[in-house]
């Protein structure tokens, strides 16, 4: 069969609608976050395949069901992959329905996790997930009372310090995932030096990297991106299902977070966490947020004096490692670009 592959530009308005109709056919929501989807047509421009890419994720795959059998998938994730090579992405996650897992294997890919009946996610590396990330947590494994916290801090506040003492304080323990995503104000390597001399002072923290496998663009977009709720609590069981392999690794029984008065998205993770984890014998520990004058700490709140100029008022809010930070380079840097924003 004679076909040609091509982008499917946002303003092409009829490819679009093709798009739509044929995910929505195949049983597949559209993603909100797309950066980039592609189309194999025949010659008469029928959209027989599709697929798209989000950050470094493939996701949207699907071929309409009257060309199944006719090898066109892997034609679409080859253009894919080659377009995401082109713009420097080489450690690749896919989005997918569970019932394709061997579709894609043969294609590559490998499991991560999956929550039954609604998403799976694989990656491009054998021994990505698998061995390396979770051979490094086991390198780390610690005997007695195991917690765990897992952070953006962007930036580290003293909301975030007072969860790490409170986790600290019950548990031999707390093993600290720091969001590696560079998707926040603050780049990655400054936000993980916050935490590091935020907590120099706490013997019992060990501190990680999430890399691309915990709270990301490719298993949740929706952390960085406003998304359908339903999309929220797909993305967020996936994050827990990564999680629990993570917590299995490292002997964690506790997982701790703070409540969120102020974002959908993370009351809705904690929601998801409080039933989920349980279920693989996770203890979920949701504190009240440390309070200035009757109002919870956060770090949008940090932000938002940043913006205004309000360096000075920062100081009730955040550790002293943190305020200093905010007058080096790197930290004069980013309180620029926030207040352009």
Do not use: W
Not at 179 to 202: Q, T
């Amino acid at each position: 069969m004679a076909f040609k592959i091509s982008e499917i530009h946002p303003s092409d308005k009829r490819s679009q609608s093709q798009f739509d109709s044929l995910i929505q056919k195949e049983g597949i929501r559209r993603d909100n976050n797309l950066d980039y989807i592609a189309g194999l047509y025949d010659d008469d421009f029928n959209l027989l395949a599709t697929g798209a890419c989000y950050a470094n994720t493939l996701r949207c795959l699907a071929v309409d069901s009257e060309h199944r059998g006719e090898g066109l998938m892997p034609h679409i994730v080859a253009h894919l992959v080659d377009h995401q090579l082109d713009r420097g992405n080489t450690h690749l996650f896919l989005y997918t329905k569970c019932e394709n897992d061997i579709i894609f294997a043969a294609l590559g890919f490998y499991e991560i996790a999956r929550v039954e009946n609604e998403v799976l996610l694989m990656e491009n590396r054998r021994n990505g997930f698998s061995k390396r990330f979770l051979d490094d947590i086991r390198a780390q494994k610690k005997p007695g009372k195991i917690a765990a916290l897992v952070m953006n801090c962007n930036p580290f506040t003293l909301g975030h310090r007072h969860l790490v003492e409170q986790a600290a304080s019950e548990n031999d323990f707390v093993h600290l995932f720091v969001v590696s995503e560079d998707a926040s104000h603050f780049p990655f390597i400054d936000r993980f030096n916050l935490v590091k001399d935020g907590c120099a002072d706490i013997p019992n923290v060990i501190l990680h990297q999430t890399e691309s496998y915990m709270i990301s663009s490719a298993v949740f977009p929706s952390y960085f991106l406003k998304d359908e709720s339903a999309a929220i609590e797909a993305q967020a069981k996936l994050d827990l299902a990564i999680f629990t392999q993570i917590a299995a690794a490292a002997n964690i029984t506790r997982r701790y977070a703070g409540d969120e008065p102020f974002s959908e998205v993370t009351r809705t993770y904690n929601e998801m966490m409080l039933v989920e984890l349980p279920l693989s014998g996770i203890e979920c520990i949701v504190l009240p947020r440390k309070e200035n004058n009757g109002i919870p700490i956060s770090a949008s709140s940090v932000r938002k004096l940043l913006r205004e100029g309000h360096i000075e008022e920062t100081k009730a809010l955040v550790p002293e490692t943190t305020y200093r930070y905010f007058y080096s380079a790197s930290g004069q840097d980013v309180i620029k670009t926030l207040q352009k924003q």
